[in-house]
């Protein structure tokens, strides 16, 4: 069974970093692009980061570019998110998600079960 | 980056209904798109991608047509689990983009 379970949220000040991380189960991870999905209390989908599977490919959504990195560890089936400089409106649940497909960038067949971040002084 | 704009932002039905949800995206996306349903709480779940194609597991009377720039998801009789919020994306580029979503609400 694919799982993908994220860890590392919580409360956080202006301008300070926190670092998440999912690790996947139940597939070969290193196959697979993944990437990092956020929601804002009440709000919609907001798509915040991608990494092709061996990490030659790296995409970031214009609002998180320069202060979030994306980064994975394929020998322990790792996917992470160092978030730098965070401001109010990243407050969101996070999810990591995986490609449903191996071949190519497809849409997300699979998601964790997302982890919050609070950013509030 | 690509828009994409979903409607209705709301919709109320009944159980046995067709419902039909419209994305339109500010350029084309060819058929890269994908549609998700989402309950509260819960993380989303990929209904249909590349436009029309039915994921896995997914139950039939959800359907989705179009491409270019014009997409719908239908649902052929809405049962009580469909209950729930829909979104849109585009994957044509590596800027993905999300529809605001459509609330699906009980009439």
């Known amino acids: 069974e694919v799982q993908l379970v994220e860890s590392g949220g919580g409360l956080v000040k202006p301008g300070g970093s926190l670092r998440l991380s999912c690790v996947a189960s139940g597939f070969t991870f290193s196959s697979y692009n993944v990437h990092w999905v956020r929601q804002a209390p009440g709000k919609g989908l907001e798509w915040v980061s991608s990494i092709s599977s061996s990490s030659n490919y790296i995409y970031y959504a214009d609002s998180v570019d320069g202060r979030f990195t994306i980064y994975r560890d394929n020998a322990n089936n790792s996917l992470y998110l160092q978030m730098n400089s965070l401001r109010d409106e990243d407050t969101a649940v996070y999810y990591c998600g995986r490609d449903r497909q191996r071949s190519g960038w497809s849409a997300v067949g699979y998601w964790g079960q997302g982890t919050r971040v609070t950013v509030s002084s | ?107």
């Not at chain 2, 350029?27 to 029309?52: F, R």
């Open chain 2, 1 to 107: 980056d690509i828009q994409m704009t979903q409607s209705p932002s709301t919709l109320s039905a009944s159980v046995g209904d067709r419902v039909t949800i419209t994305c339109r995206a500010s350029q084309s996306i060819s058929v890269w798109m994908a549609w998700y349903q989402q309950k509260p709480g819960k993380a989303p779940n990929l209904l249909i991608y590349k436009a029309s194609t039915l994921e896995s597991g997914v139950p039939s009377r959800f359907s989705g047509t179009g491409s270019g720039t014009e997409f719908t998801l239908t649902i052929s009789s809405l049962q009580p689990d469909d209950f729930a919020t829909y979104y849109c994306q585009q994957y044509i580029s590596h800027s993905w983009t999300f529809g605001q979503g459509t609330k699906v609400e009980i009439k």
